[in-house]
């Protein structure tokens, strides 16, 4: 079951999630059916809750009010269910007054919920964020699927090529060679659910954001129109910017290697936000495996994917040295990508 349905329901995910629920409902009848199914599911174990049964909004912060307005004057009421004594007849408990909500009883209900919240909240959020962190490694495979399934038809069992100069020469255009192959089942694959769409402004329509460009339309794109597509067709992904070999730069072959990063979430600050709160990134690996790299672990791990082994983001100084880039990067950094 998809646990993004839950939250589409409940409506507890971001703007940017909500949308990308939508365009996939728009466009999978089975995942429409499926939405329809859990919607009667969480109908049945979550009835609306009787009104009568809470109190009314807003109740705590005028009873509040009230409370420091009339200080002196609750400090000597008589406490609440004290028995008392009639002069005309046998001492009796009387019945106290009518139940009802006091300010007494909101005072606990605002302490004891402001308690729950505190052990709660903190475990809900890791939660979150580690169902979040799940969600973009299934992302990273199913792309990763996608570039296995074009090496597979590549006579060579190369992954796309991200040319040495010219309009091509950014890590992002993987995405533009596998749409191109037909291999790029959604173009939601290209972006991690832990990061926000939208990379050029809040306002730019995420339909625009989202589009694949053709090579023709890559290599026929203006000055301004080419920037924006180097910068957002990769998505939120780094990928592989390729390798040396006798001063030769060469698009990697797959051979299976476990320690060879493809694919990974990239945390560049300089244009996304850090994915998974800056605790790390998942990285696809040539075998197909997925790992989870802690940011802190990055310089001391044997292949930093971030890098090559002369610490620059730019193509590998070896055929064994995988150094991943941003949508926008060229495979070195003095590479003319127009």
Known sequence: MDVDLIGYLLGSLDAHEMRVIEERLAQDSELRRELAELEQKLDQVLPEPRAAEFPPAGLLNSTLDFIDQHESEIANIEPAGQPVVSPSMTPEIRPSATPGWRWLDVGMLALATAGVLAILLPSLLQWRSMARRVACQDQLRQLGVAIFQYASADTRGEVPAVSSSGPEAFAGVYA????????????????????????????????????????????????????????????????????????????????????????????????????????????????GHVGFIA???????????????????????HLDDAALGASWRAPFRSAQQR
Not at 240 to 256: A, D, I, K
Not at 295 to 317: F, K, R, T, W
Request: glycine share 8%.
């Open 295 to 317: 940011s802190e672990a990055l310089d001391v791990v044997p292949d930093n994917p971030l890098q090559n082994h002369l610490g620059h983001v730019e193509a590998g100084v």
């Open 176 to 287: 533009v060679r596998l749409a191109g192959a037909g291999v790029l089942d959604s173009n939601l694959q290209r972006w991690c659910p832990s990061l926000d769409v939208n990379v050029e402004s809040v306002n730019t329509p995420f339909t625009l954001v989202n589009r694949v460009p053709t090579l023709d339309q890559l290599r026929g794109a203006s000055a301004d129109e080419l920037k924006r597509y180097h910068r957002r067709v990769g998505g939120h992904y780094a990928y592989n910017l390729g390798v040396m070999q006798n001063e030769e730069r060469l698009t990697p072959r797959l051979e299976g290697r476990s320690s060879f990063a493809v694919l990974a979430d990239h945390p560049d600050v300089s244009s996304y936000a850090a994915p998974h709160d800056g605790s790390g990134i998942n990285v696809l690996f040539e075998d």
